[in-house]
């Protein structure tokens, strides 16, 4: 089992206490899963996310990824713990807006150095995402669209065991959510990766197995 949530909670502010955000009794996603998560607008579906990259912290629980409880580690050991097993297409990209797209892939990859020839993959990638002529665009020179790409191409460029995907596809026409949905979808089926992406889209959703409603696992009340 490779995520393994037990008695969570998540608040916000002291006065969320007693109604916190996303209160989880139980959730296992085991390795080679692929699910979607819906939800209403709200409902905690990226707070979730945050919490398995570890990017934000709960008030109480454990979140054990492959073995180990993230909440346990602090913050240095757990960006260390992200770079290594988790890559995660933020839904507002999270570009550095002064690199170009090679180096906004490249900078993912040299953070924890695991890539051979990581400029040649990058490449690669930036490439199967259709961006293989604006390498080296800033993300202003780029469409939102095309922005979304190359967070995708730099999602999965150290070859993460887990990817979080928060509305990929939100802002692709049709041909190019099938250009991602394609890559995230070959990746996430070899060597038994768990894909877990969020969306609002019924025909990204049903392409899943695996289809979580937020609010079935959410025992917060009143939210
Ligand atoms: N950093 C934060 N500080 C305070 N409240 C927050 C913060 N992040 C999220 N929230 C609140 O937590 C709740 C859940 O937010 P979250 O972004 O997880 O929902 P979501 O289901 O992903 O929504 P959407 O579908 O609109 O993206 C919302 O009420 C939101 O206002």
Not at 43 to 66: D, F, R
Request: charged share 25%; hydrophobic share 40%.
């Amino acid at each position: 089992m490779s995520i393994l949530i037990s008695n969570l909670t998540k608040h916000y502010t002291k006065n969320q206490a007693e109604n916190p955000t996303l209160s989880i009794s139980n959730l296992a996603i085991e390795d080679g899963d692929a699910v979607a998560i819906v939800g209403k607008s709200g409902s905690g579906k990226s707070t979730l996310l945050n919490l398995i990259a570890g990017i934000v912290t709960p008030e109480s629980g454990q979140i054990v990824v492959k073995g180990t409880d993230i909440t346990r580690l602090s913050e240095s050991k757990r960006d260390l713990f992200r770079a290594e097993n988790i890559g995660y297409v933020f839904q507002t990209f999270n570009l550095i807006q002064g690199l170009s797209a090679l180096e906004n892939v490249l900078l993912a990859m040299n953070f924890c150095g695991k890539v051979k020839q990581p400029e040649a993959r990058a490449k690669i990638l930036l490439e199967r995402v259709g961006l293989g002529e604006k390498l080296h665009k800033k993300p202003s020179q780029l469409s939102v669209g095309e922005q979304q790409r190359v967070a995708q191409a730099r999602a999965i460029a150290n070859e993460p065991h887990i990817i979080l995907a928060d509305e990929p596809t939100a802002n692709l026409d049709d041909k190019n959510t099938e250009v991602v949905m394609n890559l995230l979808e070959e990746f996430s089926r070899e060597n038994g990766r768990i894909l877990i992406l969020v969306t609002h889209e019924k025909e990204v959703a049903e392409r899943f197995p695996k289809q979580l409603e937020l609010e079935s696992i959410n025992q917060s009340v009143g939210r």
